[in-house]
């Protein structure tokens, strides 16, 4: 069982929702990250939670809006999305960002944009 | 910038053993990751080397040459569920020591 829980595990959204995906962990860890996954490709880092603190945005669009309420969760609030932003979205977490923490995935959330 | 290279897919027969290579561009180098990601699930986590040598847990080993910047991950007895795709990602200084992935080898066993 993975130690990063995701929700849900499966999301269909037309165009004009407005949805959140959940991520959680309970190891301590005090970094936190949102991926983006196609198909046969690897994982698309979006967003880097340090200390509950963004601290990276790969320039990202607006669309899509991080939050992290506290030291174990994260969440990824979703609005006006493209067909083209179907994917898997995986959830990380590592014990920081320095250089040897390796990092734990949720099992993901598989988004369909309608 | 960073240019991870992997073959796109290896075969190899149950109980045999396999090694899928990874080449990188050195510079701003910090470490590599192994992952390990079944269809339609999340990526685990393998193995990590920093510094040259051999790290070895159980049937997978892991591999570094920092000069050459050159890792293989090798997997020993071969069993079927080992089939999945084997991501290698390397953290790099010039992208605030986040990973860059490699777009993964997908390993296929056959009995």
């Known amino acids: 069982d993975t130690e990063v829980t995701q929700t849900p595990k499966h999301l269909v959204m037309g165009m004009t929702n407005k949805k959140s995906l959940k991520c959680e962990q309970h190891m301590g860890h005090r970094a936190m990250y949102w991926y983006k996954q196609k198909a046969k490709k690897p994982p698309e880092l979006m967003f880097v939670?340090?200390?509950?603190?963004?601290?990276i945005n790969e320039s990202v669009p607006s669309r899509f809006s991080p939050e992290c309420p506290n030291s174990s969760l994260l969440n990824l609030h979703l609005h006006a999305l493209q067909p083209e932003d179907s994917a898997l979205y995986l959830c990380a977490s590592s014990q920081g960002t320095d250089n040897n923490s390796p990092l734990h995935f949720g099992n993901g959330t598989r988004l369909t944009v309608t | 910038g960073q240019n991870i290279d992997q073959p796109t897919e290896m075969t190899a027969t149950e109980g045999a053993i396999v090694q899928i290579n990874c080449t990188y561009q050195?510079?701003?180098?910090?470490?590599l990751f192994w992952y390990q990601q079944h269809a339609g699930e999340a990526p685990t986590f393998l193995s990590y080397n920093v510094l040259d040598g051999l790290e070895e847990k159980g049937r997978f080993s892991s591999f570094l040459s920092r000069s050459k910047g050159y890792s293989y991950l090798l997997l020993k007895e071969l069993q079927m569920k080992d089939s999945a795709s084997y991501l290698c990602a390397v953290r790099w200084s010039h992208s605030n020591y986040q990973l860059i992935w490699g777009a993964g080898t997908k390993l296929i066993i056959k009995p």
């Open positions: 939670y340090s200390y509950e603190k963004l601290s």
């Open positions: 050195t510079s701003g180098f910090n470490g």
